[in-house]
């Protein structure tokens, strides 16, 4: 099953702070979290295997809690840049292949 | 460096005529992932090879969609009738490793509008 996310869309002012949720319904294996801009590709952001591990990627980071089965995404200090959507994939049952959330849209606006 | 490389990027065809679309992964990655992506159903995994190998094809749509990786560095994915309903963004993945705990890396995407 798709991994929910939460919330579905954030407006936030430049230097603002947002997180954005990923839920599963079954164990998880890994976290994949990537952003994707308008009419464009997918982008690696950060990956985060089983084991409860928290990553940083210089003002985003991501936890990753898995006895809830959950990951969120951090994102500190807005800037406008960030804007986009952003998906988590997640890897369950260990076959290796991910499965998409439905997305986060956030914008960042000045 | 190239990325992956997808052609075309758009694709505009009639209901009932054969779509190829094209990719070439990263010189070295030896998984490569065909995923749709569209309004309704989000970025869908459709089939995805290990070493030119099919390893999960679960998210095949139905038997007009067919895939092919004849060598490390080049993959199909054909649609042969197609259908309105296909209409969609295609993208080609590739990664070094397996799927699931490795970067997978996107390429620009195929536009594809089926009328």
């Known amino acids: 099953q798709q991994p929910v996310q939460s919330p579905q869309a954030v407006i936030l002012r430049e230097g603002e702070d947002a997180v954005i949720n990923c839920s599963s319904s079954?164990?998880?294996?890994?976290v994949h979290w990537y952003r994707q801009k308008h009419g464009e590709a997918p982008v690696f952001l950060m990956i985060?295997?089983?084991?409860?591990e928290q990553k940083g990627h210089e003002k985003i980071s991501a936890s990753f809690n898995e006895k809830k089965q959950q990951s969120s995404l951090y994102l500190t200090a807005s800037q406008l840049s960030y804007s986009g959507t952003y998906f988590c994939g997640t890897e369950t049952g260990g076959g290796n292949k991910l499965t998409f959330g439905t997305g986060t849209q956030l914008k960042v606006e000045l | 460096d190239a990325g992956v490389i997808q052609s075309p990027r758009h694709e505009v065809t009639e209901m009932g005529q054969e779509v190829t679309l094209r990719c070439k992964p990263i010189?070295?990655?030896?998984?490569l992932f065909w995923y749709r992506q569209t309004m309704m159903r989000g970025l869908e995994l459709l089939i995805y090879?290990?070493?030119?190998?099919?390893?999960?094809d679960s998210g095949m749509p139905e038997d007009r969609f067919s895939a092919k990786m004849p060598n490390a560095s080049f993959s199909t994915l054909k649609i042969q009738p197609s259908e309105p309903r296909d209409s969609a963004v295609y993208f080609c993945?590739?990664?070094?490793?397996?799927?699931?705990?490795?970067?997978?890396?996107f390429g620009p995407g195929t536009r594809l509008t089926v009328l």
């Open positions: 993945a590739s990664s070094l490793g397996t799927g699931g705990r490795s970067e997978q890396f």
């Open positions: 090879f290990n070493n030119n190998v099919p390893i999960d």
């Open positions: 079954k164990a998880l294996y890994s």
């Open positions: 985060l295997l089983k084991g409860g």
């Open positions: 010189s070295g990655h030896n998984s």
